[in-house]
T-cell receptor, first 113, second 115 residues
Framework: EPEVTQTPSHQVTQMGQEVILRCVPI?????FYWYRQILGQKVEFLVS????????KSEIFDDQFSVERPDGSNFTLKIRSTKLEDSAMYFC???????????FGSGTQLSVL | AQKITQTQPGMFVQEKEAVTLDCTYD???????LFWYKQPSSGEMIFLIY??????QNATEGRYSLNFQKARKSANLVISASQLGDSAMYFC????????????FGTGTSLTVIP
């Protein structure tokens, strides 16, 4: 079965540094998402992306976050100046159409020191 | 109010027995979808089952079935014939049809299958 690929699986960074989390959605999918899960807590929506623009974002997704689809395959999440509280598992997800099931990647565990 | 409520932080079940994981939801949108995902210790999110608000029958996928009670706003997951590999976190999630395209997740239930 096709899958969403995320790299790296683990990222350790110093507070204040920029990180880019990378995702390759399933090739015929049109809707892309980033979610995060702080350890022991529920999965939280960050942002959705369609037709090369953000379609919806949560309160968490402030100015330090940005997303980009630089080419036909990659979908990236950039955190400009990381904070300790950004430490979490970040999931990318994609779907072919809305109201279908989301396919999740295996996540990037971000640790901010 | 919470969109998705999972009241069981942890559950235990004997191998080969059935187990029900509870989920209630809150929405005023007549069109919505309900999902269950499994998260093993390795961290990935695995889709299990989907139920649409207009679906007349309860969804089933192999050993997984969704007990959908619309009037009670509940969408419990039933796992039959539990296996050791079923030990994981289970998340209930909802998407509201016309209110955006984000998923709302519950806090999860940790299931442990005992040999």
């Amino acid at each position: 079965e096709p899958e969403v690929t995320q790299t790296p699986s683990h990222q350790v960074t110093q507070m204040g540094q920029e990180v880019i989390l990378r995702c390759v959605p399933i090739s015929n999918h049109l809707y892309f998402y980033w979610y995060r899960q702080i350890l022991g807590q529920k999965v939280e929506f960050l942002v959705s992306f369609y037709n090369n623009e953000i379609s919806e974002k949560s309160e968490i997704f402030d100015d330090q976050f940005s997303v980009e689809r630089p080419d036909g395959s990659n979908f990236t999440l950039k955190i400009r100046s990381t904070k300790l509280e950004d430490s979490a598992m970040y999931f990318c997800a994609s779907e072919r159409d809305t109201n279908e099931k989301l396919f999740f990647g295996s996540g990037t565990q971000l640790s901010v020191l | 109010a919470q969109k998705i409520t999972q009241t069981q932080p942890g559950m235990f079940v004997q191998e080969k027995e059935a187990v029900t994981l509870d989920c209630t939801y809150d929405t005023s949108d007549p069109s919505y979808g309900l999902f269950w995902y499994k998260q093993p210790s390795s961290g990935e999110m695995i889709f299990l089952i989907y139920q649409g608000s207009y679906d007349q029958q309860n969804a089933t996928e192999g050993r997984y079935s969704l007990n959908f009670q619309k009037a009670r706003k509940s969408a419990n997951l039933v796992i039959s014939a539990s296996q050791l590999g079923d030990s994981a976190m289970y998340f209930c999630a909802m998407r509201e049809g016309d209110s955006g395209n984000q998923f709302y997740f519950g806090t999860g239930t940790s299931l442990t299958v005992i040999p």
